[in-house]
C-alpha cells in the first residue's frame, strides 16, 4: 500500500527555521498534486501550500515569502522549507500525496493519501 512517511518536526524558536519531508512509498505509477497542510488545537485544518504535477507552486497568504513547497519526483518526496518561523506556524503538519496507483482490477485509480503528521513548535 502506499505510505507516506513524514519528519522534520520539532522544536524552534521564533525565527528559525526547520525543513519537513514527505516520501510516499509503495507501487506509485503518478505523482500528482503534492501538498502540506496544518491543524493546531481547536482549529480546523488548513491549507499551507501546494505544488501541482506540472511544479506550479501555491501558498497561503499566512506563510507567503516565508515558506517553500519543493518536490522531487525521482525518490517521490514533498519538502516543506520553513524560514521565519512565528508561533502561530505552531500545529500539526500533515503531508498530502495525490497518486495514480494500480487498482484491483490493474486499471490506474487517483488516491490522495495523508500522512501522520509531524509536530511543529515555535516558542522561546
Known amino acids: 500500500q502506499v505510505q507516506l512517511v513524514e519528519s522534520g518536526g520539532g522544536l524552534v524558536q521564533p525565527g528559525g527555521s526547520l525543513r519537513l519531508s514527505c516520501a510516499a512509498s509503495?507501487?506509485?505509477?503518478?505523482?500528482?498534486?503534492m501538498g502540506w497542510y496544518r491543524q493546531a488545537p481547536g482549529k480546523e485544518r488548513e491549507l499551507v501550500a501546494h505544488?501541482?504535477?506540472?511544479?506550479?507552486?501555491n501558498y497561503a497568504d499566512s506563510v507567503q515569502g516565508r515558506f517553500t513547497i519543493s518536490r522531487d519526483k525521482a525518490k517521490n518526496t514533498v519538502y516543506l522549507q520553513m524560514n521565519s518561523l512565528k508561533p502561530e506556524d505552531t500545529a500539526v503538519y500533515y503531508c498530502?500525496?495525490?497518486?495514480?496507483?494500480?487498482?484491483?482490477?490493474?486499471?490506474?485509480?487517483?488516491?490522495?493519501?495523508w500522512g501522520q503528521g509531524t509536530l511543529v513548535t515555535v516558542s522561546s
Open positions: 498530502q500525496q495525490g497518486v495514480t496507483v494500480v487498482g484491483g482490477s490493474g486499471l490506474p485509480r487517483y488516491l490522495e493519501v
Open positions: 505544488i501541482t504535477s506540472d511544479d506550479i507552486t
Open positions: 509503495g507501487s506509485i505509477l503518478q505523482l500528482n498534486r
